[in-house]
């Protein structure tokens, strides 16, 4: 029997809302890719992103346009042609996974690990709003040790103050999503150590960053929209310390590993992030932790619900691997 790809799409409403700079969101909306064949299934799952152009249904027809010419053991090499992005990812993974099953060995085995994937502790997210309704959502994660703050280029001094106020023990990664003004970075980068902020991500628009080279910052500066895969690094140079790795931009785990290596070649810190998903977007991401110098993958940990087997901890901000979703004979 033929190899057969079903493609679908699926939504998971999101805890009380996420928000960021470009907007809210109450669901997560992603894609399933299945790979069926004698018997065995191999998945993948993205997250559309429409700051990317894409859509639910971009993504789809991405899918089913790239499938045929797929389905011998070349096919994940062959992938590497189609654009980088979420539909490429789905795809990337669920081969990963289906080779998984037929070679009957562990993904963490095939890519090269001497280990499996650990229980690992995640960043927590505080989504944009209020100074005081984000030191009331902070409060809930005053344990954490490490806290993204989501900020808009509004009163986002205060919004930092009153994350570090209710958690001052936590380093604070502010993400500003390409929301702040060249104007805005330097009046207030010298206040953010103040604040417990360790990292400051994307704060300028992708590609319109050329305030950053050169630029003497008392912390880290991470490039997330500014960079997708491995063609990335030489846009980047001079600019970043970090790189923000995702494998829905960098278009599935094969190019996410390319990536990392690359980035500690250069001598550039890594974070491994990931959209808002459920746990079978997250299992392959977890194969770079072990790597990372922070793990932003909480994304499952935002949703009501998660995956049937799924054994993350979102009280705890703990991810624990679970081979029963993805990647595991």
Known sequence: MAMKAVVRAESWPIRGGFRIARGARRAAD???????????????????YARYGESIDS?????????PGLEDPAARTRLQRMTAGAARNALDCALWDLESKRKRTPVWKLIGLTAPPGMTSTMRTVSVGAADDMKKAAEALAGAATIKVKVDG???????????D?????????????????????????????HGVAVLEQPLPAGRDEALRGLESPIPICADE???????FALIEGR?????????????LTEALRCAQEAKRRGLGLMVGCMVSTSLAIEPALLLAGTADYVDLDGPLLLEADRENALHDAEAGLLVPSLSIWGSP
């Open 30 to 48: 992603v894609v399933v890719v299945e790979l069926h064949d004698s018997g065995l299934v191999g998945r993948g799952e993205c997250v559309p």
């Open 154 to 164: 509004g009163a986002d001094l205060e919004r930092i103050a009153a994350v570090h």
């Open 226 to 232: 500014s960079f997708h895969d491995v063609g990335c």
């Open 166 to 194: 209710a958690a001052p023990h936590a380093a604070l990664i502010v993400d500003a999503n390409e929301s702040w003004s060249d104007s805005q970075l330097v009046r207030w980068l010298p206040d953010l150590t103040a």
């Open 240 to 252: 970043y310390d970090m790189v923000n790795v995702k494998l829905d931009k960098a278009g599935g």
């Open 59 to 67: 993504v789809c027809e991405a899918i089913e346009a790239a499938w």
